[in-house]
Nanobody, 121 residues
Framework: QVQLVESGGGLVQPGGSLRLSCAASGDIFSINAMGWYRRAPGKQRELVAVISDGGSTNYADFVKGRFIVSRDSANNTVYLQMNRLKPEDTAVYYC???????????????WGQGTQVTVSS
């Protein structure tokens, strides 16, 4: 069994910053990519940022220049540094890990429980 535990969400004023963390643990052989998605009220889940095991990153256009995704591969942890936050960034943020479980060796996508980020004055 694999667990993804997120932390770091909360309430912040427009223009402020937050840092999200997500630690993966459990039945893990290797992790290919880790990243962040979000779902705003009334909208579908969308990609925010992803980082590969080699360190390559991909960002949604709406966060380029404001958010930074990074990874501590030794500890199976991914971070999302969010700067210059806007009210439209308000959403539940979900951690994702595309990994190979040690018990099955079948690649699979795992998700965290989500953490609320609210940007409001």
């Amino acid at each position: 069994q694999v667990q993804l535990v997120e932390s770091g969400g909360g309430l912040v004023q427009p223009g402020g910053s937050l840092r999200l963390s997500c630690a993966a643990s459990g039945d893990i052989f290797s992790i290919n990519a880790m990243g962040w998605y979000r779902r705003a009220p009334g909208k579908q889940r969308e990609l925010v940022a992803v980082i590969s095991d080699g360190g390559s990153t991909n960002y949604a256009d709406f966060v380029k220049g404001r958010f930074i995704v990074s990874r501590d591969s030794a500890n199976n942890t991914v971070y999302l540094q969010m700067n210059r936050l806007k009210p439209e960034d308000t959403a539940v943020y979900y951690c994702n890990a595309h990994l190979i479980p040690a018990s099955s060796w079948i690649p699979y996508d795992y998700w965290g429980q989500g953490t609320q980020v609210t940007v409001s004055s």
